[in-house]
């Protein structure tokens, strides 16, 4: 199985701010990489694939960089609607997610 | 536009099976590429992967659970249908379905809460 670590686990960070989020994985899996944004009580909503391509309509302080075995999500300046916990998922071989970033406000 | 909506009990008792239905539409699960997957999360907690079936009938679950888990797919009715065996408190989270073609996510549905409590 492929295991997919995250850091941090919380991020506390204020409006404006560059932030990035660190997802590592157990074994290479190339670009299979996506992330996501969720918000208390909703779906999930995808931002990257292919670890570095927008998904269409996500904005583009958003993006996505890596390959193998380490990857970031970058928020280039923080919006207040960017606070929300924040997941990468695999899907080289099967699926899995990673353990989440809250980003909270600092 | 493509919409999936899952549906089911709210409530099981443990040692009880769960069934949960993921009605579609905006799609077909006969095309050539297309999957839908479950994936749960529990309160608080990170989300899970479960199982997946695509548009051929090939069908992949979770390592974990797979000893309790039945995939299906109704293509007439747009639905797939998720079995899990042996319902345990530890499952009681939210259950999401959601359509992948190339392997990501997107869309998914809204999710529904099942808590299992005798």
């Known amino acids: 199985d492929i295991q997919m670590t995250q850091s941090p686990s919380t991020l506390s960070a204020s409006v404006g701010d560059r932030v990035t989020i660190t997802c590592r994985a157990s074994?290479?899996?190339?670009?299979?990489l996506a992330w996501y944004q969720q918000k208390p009580g909703k779906a999930p909503k995808l931002l990257i694939y292919?670890?570095?391509s927008l998904e269409s309509g996500v904005p583009s302080r958003f993006s996505g960089s890596g390959s193998g075995t380490e990857f970031t999500l970058t928020i280039s300046s923080l919006q207040p609607d960017d606070f929300a916990t924040y997941y990468c998922?695999?899907?080289?071989?099967?699926?899995?997610f990673g353990q989440g970033t809250k980003v909270e406000i600092k | 536009q493509i919409t999936l909506k899952e549906s089911g009990p709210t409530l099981v008792k443990p040692t009880q099976t769960l069934t949960l239905t993921c009605t579609f539409s905006?799609?077909?699960?006969?095309?050539?590429?297309?999957?839908v997957g479950w994936i749960r999360q529990p309160p608080g907690k990170a989300l899970e992967w479960l199982a997946l079936?695509?548009?051929?009938?090939?069908?992949r679950y979770s390592p974990s659970l797979k000893s309790r888990l039945t995939i299906t797919k109704d293509t007439s009715k747009n639905q797939v249908v998720l079995t899990m065996t042996n319902m345990d408190p530890v499952d009681t989270a939210t259950y999401y379905c959601?359509?992948?073609?190339?392997?990501?996510?997107?869309?998914w549905g809204q999710g529904t809460l099942v808590t299992v409590s005798s």
């Open positions: 905006g799609f077909s699960l006969s095309t050539s590429g297309v999957g």
């Open positions: 074994q290479s899996i190339s670009s299979w």
């Open positions: 292919k670890a570095s």
């Open positions: 998922q695999q899907y080289n071989s099967l699926w899995t």
């Open positions: 079936i695509y548009w051929d009938d090939d069908k």
């Open positions: 959601a359509l992948t073609t190339l392997g990501w996510f997107d869309p």
